[in-house]
């Protein structure tokens, strides 16, 4: 008999335009309303199964909230994924301006550093139970890289779709664990849609096509563990990358359900989105205070979020508003400064998307739109080590030197421009 | 002048299993009307009450998003792919 903290609360796909609801099966377009399925739960069997006791009496690691997680009875995840990092950012909070700043460090995340193995954890989860032997999806990289891994770790042949133009670390971080890799002439946008067709003609399960319902709610779980981490509480504001515009309305949804079932006080929790100015169309939506996406032709370097397309896009920019949040986007510049300041203020190498969203963090609090006291989560959702291309041109090696302590001195004094004394604590080889 | 027009899976309830047809449209107004009259059924589901194309339906022509060339306004040329791919979007709607 399953344990209270591994027992499921009952869930099934819906449409909530035409009402029609379709059990559990791989499919994530209603034929009635051609809308989006979503995953419904009975939240009322939630009530005693998703409990702080519980939660806490549970595993490191995202499981410990599956009683609220779309996981078919029967499959035991074995992977420790998630439960990241929330660390408070004091030396970056204090060069942007916040006397509260938290970073959600999903740039460890396991096993392939971004946030998309909490996603692909979920979705490969009911893969098995559909009886998939191939697996599948559209990425910009890390969920290339999040598929490839856990399909090997799960025996399942996978295989990846990605725009030619990506990186080489996440082509290569996706090519290592034995996945078939086939590289598309096109932009995201171009692979997101042939997906879309070969999903209709081959029995396969692509994570975020026909499994895209299960797979978006594995993003819960970051919101999820924000509230237990800062003690279940929920912060006044949360800045997200946004990219399809799925993660910011699943974080949403985690705090909606913390409240609903008594785990936090309500709160209201404002939501503000980061995306880069050459791909920007959520983030113009919401300036424009409408729900209508303008799709984009992406030009970024943070291409872990060039959608221009972005399906979540209308609902996305509709919650944001609702919240009293805000949308930005910083040029390709910025997102440089923006990783770089991560890393020099916290010691955390983020990707684009996180340089993204650091340089976004400054500005709304450059524009009063965050204040300094307010508690404000900021969510890095990738790792610096894939996106080094990006940056390798703004650091100098510098000459080697010979392994002798006066041309180590002569050295210090070239870079510092001045003579110095040597500290004492060296001298003695402290 | 005549289009190529190929209709996703979750279309195909309402057409009794064709996923491609013909088409003498001159515009996307012009099509989905003509979809409406070969396919009764398709036609009711594939509007919104104003009676134009649901927002989640994106349209492609030849690889590319018709609002691209124009939206509506775009005049479909001969031989012109045209693909209906409805919006994959995770629901995040509290039940």
């Given at each position: ?42 939240l ?6 998703f ?41 970056l ?57 856990q399909?090997?770790r ?32 096109g ?28 797979y ?52 209201h ?18 300036k ?12 970024t ?19 944001i ?11 390709d ?9 991560l ?19 400054a ?51 070239e870079?510092?421009?001045a003579?110095?004394?040597?500290e ?7 | ?13 309402h ?66 792919e ?14």
């Open positions: 008999m399953a344990s209270a903290s591994s027992a499921c609360t009952p869930y099934e796909l819906y449409s909530k335009e035409s009402g029609k609801s379709y059990g559990n099966q791989p499919l994530s377009i209603c034929d009635e309303s051609f809308t989006p399925l979503e995953v419904r739960y009975d009322q069997a939630a009530r005693p199964l409990t702080r006791k519980n939660i806490e009496a549970g595993p490191l690691n995202m499981w410990r909230y599956r009683s609220l997680l779309p996981i078919p009875e029967g499959f035991e995840p074995d992977l420790p994924v998630g439960l990241t990092p929330l660390v408070r950012a004091k030396n909070g204090k060069r942007v301006g916040s006397q509260s700043l938290y970073v959600k460090n999903d740039a460890v995340c396991f096993p392939t550093l971004s946030f998309k193995d909490r996603v692909v954890a979920v979705a490969l989860a009911n893969a098995r139970a559909f009886g998939f032997e191939t697996v599948g999806c559209s990425s910009t990289g890390n969920l290339a890289n999040s598929v490839a891994a399909s090997a799960l025996g399942l042949k996978a295989c990846i779709l990605v725009p030619a133009d990506l990186e080489p670390a996440k082509i290569l971080n996706t090519l290592v664990y034995g996945a078939r890799l086939v590289r598309i002439d932009n995201y946008d171009h692979v997101n849609r042939l997906c879309s067709l070969i999903a209709d003609q081959y029995h396969w399960g692509f994570v975020n096509v026909n499994l895209r319902p299960y978006a709610e594995g993003s819960k779980s970051v919101g999820f563990e924000i509230a237990e981490q800062l003690g279940w509480r929920l912060p006044d504001n949360v800045v997200v990358p946004m990219a399809g515009g799925s993660l910011i309305r699943k974080i949403k949804k985690a705090f909606d359900e913390l409240i609903y079932l008594g785990l936090v006080e309500n709160k929790v404002r939501f503000f989105g980061a995306q880069a100015t050459g791909c920007s169309p959520i983030a113009q939506a919401v424009n205070n409408t729900e209508t996406i303008t799709p984009q032709r992406p030009n370097i943070a291409r872990s979020l060039a959608i221009g397309n972005p399906a979540d896009g209308p609902f996305a920019s509709r919650m508003r609702e919240t009293g949040g805000w949308a930005e986007d910083v040029s510049v910025e997102v440089v400064s923006g990783i770089q300041e890393a020099e203020t916290e010691g955390i190498f983020t990707e684009t998307a996180g340089g993204v969203t650091t340089a976004v963090t500005r709304l609090l450059s524009q009063g739109r965050i204040k300094a006291d307010e508690t404000t989560v900021l969510c890095i959702t990738g790792n610096g080590l894939k996106t080094t291309d990006c940056i390798s041109n703004r650091f100098e090696l510098g000459r080697a030197v010979r392994p002798r302590l006066t041309d180590f001195e002569e050295y210090l004094n870079l510092d421009g003579v110095q004394e040597p004492l604590a060296l001298a003695e080889g402290d | 002048m005549s289009i190529r027009v190929m209709l996703p899976a979750a279309f195909a309830r057409t009794a299993g064709t996923k491609q047809v013909q088409s003498e449209a001159a515009n996307l107004p012009a099509l989905v009307e003509d979809l409406g009259t070969k396919f009764p059924e398709l036609g009711t589901h594939m509007k919104d009450a104003d009676g134009t194309l649901r927002k989640f339906i994106n349209v492609y022509v030849n690889d590319e998003d018709i609002r691209f060339l124009g939206g509506d306004s775009y005049e479909f040329q001969d031989k012109d045209v693909m209906f791919i409805p919006s994959i979007a995770g629901g995040c709607e509290l039940a």
